[in-house]
Protein backbone atom coordinates (compact mmCIF):
# COMPACT_ATOMS: atom_id res chain seq x y z
CA UNK A 1 0.00 0.00 0.00
CA UNK A 2 1.16 3.37 -0.88
CA UNK A 3 0.19 5.02 2.74
CA UNK A 4 -1.55 8.36 3.08
CA UNK A 5 -1.02 10.38 0.40
CA UNK A 6 -1.08 14.45 0.61
CA UNK A 7 -0.67 17.11 -2.38
CA UNK A 8 0.08 19.25 -2.94
CA UNK A 9 3.33 18.83 -0.41
CA UNK A 10 4.36 22.38 -0.54
CA UNK A 11 2.11 25.36 -1.17
CA UNK A 12 2.87 29.17 -1.33
CA UNK A 13 -0.10 31.75 -1.52
CA UNK A 14 -0.76 35.08 -1.30
CA UNK A 15 -3.41 36.66 1.79
CA UNK A 16 -6.88 36.18 0.33
CA UNK A 17 -6.50 33.40 -1.64
CA UNK A 18 -8.34 30.56 -1.78
CA UNK A 19 -6.38 27.07 -0.82
CA UNK A 20 -7.28 23.33 -0.99
CA UNK A 21 -5.29 20.72 0.15
CA UNK A 22 -6.14 17.15 -0.93
CA UNK A 23 -5.74 13.64 0.89
CA UNK A 24 -5.83 9.93 -0.49
CA UNK A 25 -6.43 7.65 3.23
CA UNK A 26 -5.01 4.31 3.17
CA UNK A 27 -7.40 1.62 1.08
CA UNK A 28 -9.87 0.48 3.54
CA UNK A 29 -9.43 2.83 6.09
CA UNK A 30 -12.57 4.20 7.46
CA UNK A 31 -11.50 7.27 9.20
CA UNK A 32 -9.93 9.99 8.28
CA UNK A 33 -8.28 13.05 10.68
CA UNK A 34 -6.70 16.51 9.50
CA UNK A 35 -4.27 17.59 11.83
CA UNK A 36 -2.60 21.47 11.64
CA UNK A 37 1.19 21.48 13.17
CA UNK A 38 2.65 24.83 14.17
CA UNK A 39 5.85 25.25 16.33
CA UNK A 40 3.70 27.57 18.83
CA UNK A 41 0.77 24.78 19.39
CA UNK A 42 2.60 21.47 18.59
CA UNK A 43 0.15 19.39 16.75
CA UNK A 44 -3.68 19.89 16.25
CA UNK A 45 -7.18 17.61 15.10
CA UNK A 46 -9.08 19.94 13.31
CA UNK A 47 -11.34 17.39 11.75
CA UNK A 48 -12.35 13.66 11.20
CA UNK A 49 -14.18 11.68 9.71
CA UNK A 50 -15.92 8.17 10.24
CA UNK A 51 -17.41 6.53 6.96
CA UNK A 52 -17.30 9.86 5.05
CA UNK A 53 -19.43 11.80 7.70
CA UNK A 54 -17.75 14.59 9.55
CA UNK A 55 -18.11 13.67 12.96
CA UNK A 56 -16.16 16.54 15.30
CA UNK A 57 -15.12 19.52 13.23
CA UNK A 58 -14.38 21.36 16.63
CA UNK A 59 -10.76 21.38 16.27
CA UNK A 60 -11.14 23.80 13.34
CA UNK A 61 -10.00 27.55 13.85
CA UNK A 62 -13.07 29.82 12.25
CA UNK A 63 -15.25 29.85 9.15
CA UNK A 64 -12.69 30.26 6.50
CA UNK A 65 -11.47 26.29 7.22
CA UNK A 66 -14.16 23.20 5.27
CA UNK A 67 -13.28 20.11 5.23
CA UNK A 68 -15.26 17.52 2.59
CA UNK A 69 -15.50 13.63 2.19
CA UNK A 70 -17.09 12.53 -0.89
CA UNK A 71 -16.01 9.40 -0.95
CA UNK A 72 -13.89 6.60 0.85
CA UNK A 73 -10.82 7.23 -0.98
CA UNK A 74 -10.31 11.08 -1.19
CA UNK A 75 -10.89 14.16 1.24
CA UNK A 76 -10.33 17.71 0.78
CA UNK A 77 -9.31 21.02 3.13
CA UNK A 78 -9.93 24.46 1.93
CA UNK A 79 -9.06 27.17 3.22
CA UNK A 80 -11.02 30.52 2.20
CA UNK A 81 -9.78 33.40 2.55
CA UNK A 82 -6.42 32.26 3.67
CA UNK A 83 -4.36 34.09 6.03
CA UNK A 84 -0.64 34.48 7.05
CA UNK A 85 -1.39 32.92 10.53
CA UNK A 86 -2.60 29.72 8.70
CA UNK A 87 0.80 29.08 7.84
CA UNK A 88 1.63 25.63 9.25
CA UNK A 89 2.25 22.13 8.05
CA UNK A 90 -1.55 20.05 7.49
CA UNK A 91 -1.55 16.71 8.27
CA UNK A 92 -3.95 13.77 7.00
CA UNK A 93 -3.95 10.52 8.70
CA UNK A 94 -6.35 7.44 8.34
CA UNK A 95 -7.25 4.38 10.29
CA UNK A 96 -9.65 1.19 10.96
CA UNK A 97 -12.06 2.68 13.46
CA UNK A 98 -13.75 -0.35 15.27
CA UNK A 99 -13.64 -0.45 19.01
CA UNK A 100 -11.30 2.24 18.67
CA UNK A 101 -7.97 1.04 19.11
CA UNK A 102 -6.74 1.01 15.64
CA UNK A 103 -3.15 2.95 14.87
CA UNK A 104 -3.49 5.96 12.67
CA UNK A 105 -1.15 6.67 10.26
CA UNK A 106 0.09 10.00 9.17
CA UNK A 107 0.45 11.48 5.24
CA UNK A 108 3.71 13.60 5.16
CA UNK A 109 2.23 16.69 5.18
CA UNK A 110 1.32 19.59 3.14
CA UNK A 111 3.67 22.81 4.41
CA UNK A 112 1.57 25.72 3.80
CA UNK A 113 2.81 29.40 3.47
CA UNK A 114 0.75 32.29 3.23
CA UNK A 115 2.40 35.53 2.76
CA UNK B 1 -9.93 17.53 29.19
CA UNK B 2 -7.03 15.35 28.39
CA UNK B 3 -3.58 16.85 28.29
CA UNK B 4 -0.64 15.03 27.63
CA UNK B 5 3.05 16.15 29.02
CA UNK B 6 6.28 14.91 27.40
CA UNK B 7 9.26 15.47 29.72
CA UNK B 8 12.48 16.34 28.94
CA UNK B 9 11.46 18.83 26.04
CA UNK B 10 14.93 17.99 24.51
CA UNK B 11 17.46 15.88 25.04
CA UNK B 12 21.31 15.43 23.96
CA UNK B 13 22.85 12.12 24.37
CA UNK B 14 25.75 10.23 23.01
CA UNK B 15 25.76 7.83 20.91
CA UNK B 16 25.41 3.82 22.87
CA UNK B 17 23.87 5.43 25.21
CA UNK B 18 19.69 3.66 26.65
CA UNK B 19 17.44 6.52 27.50
CA UNK B 20 13.79 6.84 28.50
CA UNK B 21 11.69 9.72 27.31
CA UNK B 22 8.69 10.32 29.63
CA UNK B 23 4.74 11.46 28.66
CA UNK B 24 2.10 11.60 31.35
CA UNK B 25 -1.90 12.19 30.47
CA UNK B 26 -4.22 13.32 33.16
CA UNK B 27 -7.15 11.24 32.18
CA UNK B 28 -6.80 7.54 32.67
CA UNK B 29 -9.77 6.44 30.59
CA UNK B 30 -7.67 6.21 27.33
CA UNK B 31 -8.33 3.47 24.16
CA UNK B 32 -4.34 3.41 23.66
CA UNK B 33 -1.36 5.07 23.58
CA UNK B 34 0.56 5.27 20.76
CA UNK B 35 4.45 6.70 20.32
CA UNK B 36 5.19 8.61 16.87
CA UNK B 37 8.64 9.75 15.11
CA UNK B 38 8.75 12.82 13.59
CA UNK B 39 12.01 13.54 11.51
CA UNK B 40 12.44 17.36 10.38
CA UNK B 41 10.34 18.47 7.96
CA UNK B 42 8.73 15.03 7.18
CA UNK B 43 5.29 13.44 8.36
CA UNK B 44 4.91 11.07 11.76
CA UNK B 45 6.26 7.55 11.48
CA UNK B 46 4.39 5.17 14.31
CA UNK B 47 6.62 3.44 16.48
CA UNK B 48 4.38 1.32 19.13
CA UNK B 49 0.85 1.21 19.81
CA UNK B 50 -0.07 0.15 23.34
CA UNK B 51 -3.34 -0.69 23.86
CA UNK B 52 -5.27 0.32 27.06
CA UNK B 53 -5.19 -3.60 28.74
CA UNK B 54 -1.37 -3.79 27.90
CA UNK B 55 1.31 -3.18 30.15
CA UNK B 56 4.14 -3.17 27.50
CA UNK B 57 5.22 -3.19 23.68
CA UNK B 58 8.35 -4.03 22.06
CA UNK B 59 9.76 -3.52 18.69
CA UNK B 60 13.64 -4.12 18.25
CA UNK B 61 15.47 -1.38 20.84
CA UNK B 62 12.46 0.27 21.94
CA UNK B 63 10.14 -0.55 24.57
CA UNK B 64 7.45 1.26 25.70
CA UNK B 65 5.55 1.05 28.89
CA UNK B 66 1.85 2.11 29.80
CA UNK B 67 1.05 2.48 33.38
CA UNK B 68 -2.54 4.04 33.20
CA UNK B 69 -3.93 3.93 36.78
CA UNK B 70 -1.02 6.64 37.01
CA UNK B 71 -1.23 8.33 33.38
CA UNK B 72 2.29 7.49 32.47
CA UNK B 73 4.40 6.04 29.39
CA UNK B 74 7.54 6.15 28.90
CA UNK B 75 9.57 5.05 25.76
CA UNK B 76 13.01 3.00 26.14
CA UNK B 77 15.54 3.64 23.65
CA UNK B 78 18.29 0.93 24.21
CA UNK B 79 21.90 1.57 22.63
CA UNK B 80 21.07 4.54 20.73
CA UNK B 81 22.13 5.49 17.74
CA UNK B 82 22.82 9.06 15.68
CA UNK B 83 19.61 7.81 13.27
CA UNK B 84 17.47 7.78 16.45
CA UNK B 85 17.80 11.71 16.23
CA UNK B 86 13.92 13.28 15.46
CA UNK B 87 11.22 14.04 17.84
CA UNK B 88 9.30 11.53 19.62
CA UNK B 89 5.79 12.12 20.63
CA UNK B 90 3.27 10.26 22.31
CA UNK B 91 -0.63 10.26 22.01
CA UNK B 92 -3.38 9.05 23.56
CA UNK B 93 -6.55 7.94 22.39
CA UNK B 94 -10.12 8.93 24.23
CA UNK B 95 -12.86 7.57 21.92
CA UNK B 96 -11.78 8.44 18.34
CA UNK B 97 -9.20 11.26 18.87
CA UNK B 98 -5.17 10.81 19.42
CA UNK B 99 -4.23 13.42 22.15
CA UNK B 100 -0.87 14.56 21.55
CA UNK B 101 2.24 15.56 23.55
CA UNK B 102 4.44 18.14 22.61
CA UNK B 103 7.29 15.79 22.14
CA UNK B 104 10.82 15.45 22.86
CA UNK B 105 13.42 16.74 20.50
CA UNK B 106 16.08 13.64 20.83
CA UNK B 107 19.96 14.42 19.63
CA UNK B 108 22.23 11.53 19.40
CA UNK B 109 26.09 12.68 18.17
CA UNK B 110 28.48 10.32 17.62
Known amino acids: DAGVIQSPRHEVTEMGQEVTLRCKPI?????LFWYRQTMMRGLELLIYFNNNVPIDDSGMPEDRFSAKMPNASFSTLKIQPSEPRDSAVYFC?????????????FGPGTRLTVT | KQEVTQIPAALSVPEGENLVLNCSFT??????LQWFRQDPGKGLTSLLLIQSSQREQTSGRLNASLDKSSGRSTLYIAASQPGDSATYLC?????????FGTGTRLQVFP
Open chain 1, 27 to 31: SGHNS
Open chain 2, 91 to 99: AVKNTDKLI
Open chain 2, 27 to 32: DSAIYN
Open chain 1, 93 to 105: ASSLQGTGSYEQY
